[in-house]
């Protein structure tokens, strides 16, 4: 595989706006490997200047499962979690390294590094399972959700 762009999640293909986490600069640079460009929007600022821990988790959540579907894979996020290690600037060059770090079966285990580009230190690390879908997963939650009567 050579680096390629990888696609948008569905809510911003639907909406057709750029990504919502500001991650459109999204490269699969090998089967098992990525790098995002990307900067915290202002928007999402919860400290003075600082990225709110909300939308680490959320961009993290984001890159490492759309890049799974990239690879063919379609899955959930079953686990997820992230060290805050450092403040996150707003309105900052930013990127985060990803990998699949291992299958097993069904689950992947997935990691992610983000930095300010151009640095060495980390400010936050994310690890997570991704668990590939049975098929028929979204008309099963959907029969669960008219059972419930929504
Ligand atoms: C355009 C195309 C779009 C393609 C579709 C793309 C969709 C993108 C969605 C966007 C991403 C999201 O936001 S996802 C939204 C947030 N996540 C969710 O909604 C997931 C909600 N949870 C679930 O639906 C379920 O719990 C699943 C799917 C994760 C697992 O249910 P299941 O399918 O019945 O599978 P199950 O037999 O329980 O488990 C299968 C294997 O995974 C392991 N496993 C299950 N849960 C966990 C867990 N929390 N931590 C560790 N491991 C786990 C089990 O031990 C088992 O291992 P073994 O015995 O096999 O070894």
Redesign the pocket.
């Given at each position: 595989m050579t680096a390629d762009l990888v696609s948008p999640?569905?809510g911003c293909q639907m909406s057709r706006t750029p990504c919502r986490f500001g991650a459109d600069d999204f490269v699969a640079l090998s089967e098992t490997a990525a790098r995002v460009r990307l900067a915290c929007p202002a928007a999402f600022e919860g400290g003075p200047r600082v990225a709110h821990g909300g939308w680490t988790a959320a961009v993290f959540?984001?890159v490492l499962?759309r890049f799974l579907?990239h690879t063919g894979v379609?899955?959930?996020?079953?686990?997820l979690t992230v060290d805050y290690l450092l403040p996150v600037p707003v309105e900052q060059p930013l990127e985060i390294h990803l990998e699949i770090a291992a299958r097993?079966?069904?689950?992947n285990h997935l990691t992610g590094v983000l930095r300010l580009q151009g640095s060495d230190r980390d400010l936050a690390v994310a690890r997570g399972?991704w668990?590939e879908?049975?098929p028929g997963?979204f008309e099963r939650?959907q029969a669960r959700m008219a059972e419930l009567g929504t």
């Open positions: 999640c569905r959540d984001d499962g579907v379609k899955s959930v996020t079953a686990t097993e079966g069904r689950r399972v668990v879908l049975r997963h939650h």
